[in-house]
């Protein structure tokens, strides 16, 4: 069974940091762009950032310069760095890669079990 753990996520003041990781388990035979979506109460779910194999990134122009997408190929890891948080980030953030199972000769859609950012003072 292919899997995505999160964690990292927990309550912060505004200016604040945290840091998310989101682990693949399972047999993978290949992993192509992972990313971050977040959903905020009474909102839809967005994304947030998205990094490729080769290491290319892009953000939602509400989280440039604050929030950075990394990725461990060899950990199957995706990880999001997030500077000067602020209220408005507060959401749960959800991870998702788009990942070849080795008992599959087809690619899929596979999503965390999403993870709560709070950013309150």
């Known amino acids: 069974?292919?899997?995505l753990v999160e964690s990292g996520g927990g309550?912060?003041?505004?200016?604040?940091?945290?840091?998310?990781?989101?682990?693949?388990s399972g047999r993978i035979a290949g992993i192509a762009d992972m990313g971050w979506y977040r959903q905020a109460p009474g909102k839809e779910r967005e994304l947030v950032a998205v990094i490729t194999n080769g290491g290319s990134s892009n953000y939602a122009d509400?989280?440039?310069?604050?929030?950075?997408?990394?990725?461990?190929n060899a950990k199957n890891t995706v990880y999001l760095q997030m500077n000067?948080?602020?209220?408005?980030?507060?959401?749960?953030?959800y991870c998702n890669?788009?990942?070849l199972p080795r008992s599959l000769m087809d690619w899929r859609s596979y999503w965390g079990q999403g993870t709560q950012v709070t950013v309150d003072s």
């Open 62 to 72: 509400s989280v440039k310069g604050r929030f950075t997408i990394s990725r461990d």
């Open 1 to 3: 069974q292919v899997q």
């Open 97 to 99: 890669a788009k990942i």
């Open 84 to 93: 000067n948080l602020k209220p408005e980030d507060t959401a749960v953030y």
């Open 11 to 24: 309550l912060v003041q505004p200016g604040g940091s945290l840091r998310l990781s989101c682990a693949a």
